[in-house]
């Protein structure tokens, strides 16, 4: 099996790899040490395509592969791991909110995640069940037109600085 980039990779990996070594590397351990969420460098990933990555190109999206942002999140990762974690969290937002809202909705909400302009987190982690989605015990019970959020969450990456977020509940 050839595991060889392709030229198309290798420039995504090189470009995300420039960034990370320029914007991330240097304040990543300041970042870390005085709990800052750095909106502004997510902002400056954002208009590289960093916050659109398997984002449809419908919605303003890049339209990658999972395997060329995994390529990415990893070169990223060398620079700051903090936020290319919440650089990923971001990318499942626009992702799932492009794939599964009705595409009126999602015209007008996707493409503002997939530039910045809109910050995204997802709402899973529990007491008790940390990240596990498989152990949810958050509940969304219909009730007429409604859902009713039952549970409770504890933490949610860049909550405050992030205006979607997408509550994970069983139904």
Not at 32 to 59: M, N
Not at 105 to 113: D, G, K, S, T
């Amino acid at each position: 099996m050839d595991f060889t980039l392709t030229e198309s990779q290798r420039a995504c990996v090189d470009s995300a790899g420039a960034f990370a070594d320029l914007a991330l590397k240097p304040h990543a351990a300041r970042w870390d040490r005085e709990h800052e969420f750095p909106v502004s460098t997510i902002k400056q990933a954002a208009a590289l395509g960093l916050c659109g990555l398997y984002t449809s190109e419908q919605y303003d999206g890049l339209g990658l592969s999972r395997l060329d942002a995994s390529l990415i999140f990893e070169r990223l990762a060398m620079g700051c791991t903090s936020t290319t974690a919440y650089l990923t969290i971001h990318n499942m937002v626009s992702w799932m909110l492009g794939s599964w809202l009705p595409s009126e909705v999602a015209a007008e909400w996707v493409p503002r995640l997939a530039s910045g302009e809109l910050l995204g987190s997802y709402c899973l982690t529990e007491p008790g069940a940390g990240s596990d989605a498989a152990a949810l015990k958050t509940r969304a019970v219909r009730e007429g037109d409604d859902y009713l959020i039952e549970g409770s969450k504890v933490f949610i990456s860049g909550a405050g600085s992030t205006q979607v977020l997408v509550v994970m509940a069983r139904t």
